[in-house]
């Protein structure tokens, strides 16, 4: 995998880490924990610059969060809450969750869009509520870029200094992501059970 990285992104240059970090945004197919690491440690080498590698970085990780955020406007809250009505079991929320949502993420959507792009696994889904409360687009764009920036500077930086030993950024990173993931199924599964007994016990 390393091997595979840093050499596209030796020949692909900044439009590579705008490419892949845009991809990991819509739909992962290498996390970031993995393509930023590796930008920095082709940084450490001379091969690309690193103002280049943040701000290419930062910028395919907004134009991958537009998309979903777009996507939520577009389909919009209405037609998201009879959705939900309709397979609360799997959704695990109503549509009186969603306005509940919706109205906490009116009064502290920014804090959460801007914190939200540093947690991985949430960084993509969180455009998903600003998109749906319909949070304007500057805002959307200045916080996200704020949250992306500093995600991708400290991944680069690891990924610079740790240089030749940049197998330590995964072998921390990598864990600490994944154990979120477990975490976020856990109470999926959770949510699933206990709203399947709550209907069983009407």
């Known amino acids: 995998m390393f091997k595979f990285i840093t050499d596209f992104l030796e020949s692909s240059g900044y439009l590579g880490v705008f490419a892949l970090m845009a991809l990991e945004n819509i739909f992962p197919p290498i996390p970031s924990e993995l393509i930023m690491p590796f930008a920095g440690f082709v940084v450490a080498r001379g091969d690309l610059k690193l103002a280049g590698v943040l701000i290419a970085g930062t910028a395919g990780s907004i134009a991958g969060a537009l ?4 996507g939520a406007r577009i389909y919009g809250k209405d037609r998201l809450k009879e959705f939900a009505d309709r397979h609360a079991r799997w959704m695990t929320v109503t549509g009186e969750d969603i306005d509940k949502s919706i109205a906490a993420f009116d009064r502290h959507g920014r804090s959460v869009v801007l914190f939200g792009r540093l947690i ?16 304007s687009l500057w805002q959307f764009l200045l916080f996200s870029t704020i949250g992306s920036l500093a995600w991708t500077g400290a991944l680069t930086a690891a990924g610079f200094l740790l240089e030749s030993n940049y197998e330590q950024v995964g072998k921390y990173v990598d864990p600490v992501s994944k154990g979120i993931f477990g975490i976020l199924l856990v109470w999926y599964i ?3 059970i206990t709203h399947r007994t709550a209907k069983k016990a009407h």
């Not at 998309?67 to 777009?70: E, G, R, S």
């Open 67 to 70: 998309p979903w955020y777009y």
């Open 120 to 135: 991985p696994a949430i960084r993509t889904l969180i455009s998903v509520p600003a998109g749906l409360a319909c949070m």
């Open 190 to 192: 959770y949510r699933v």
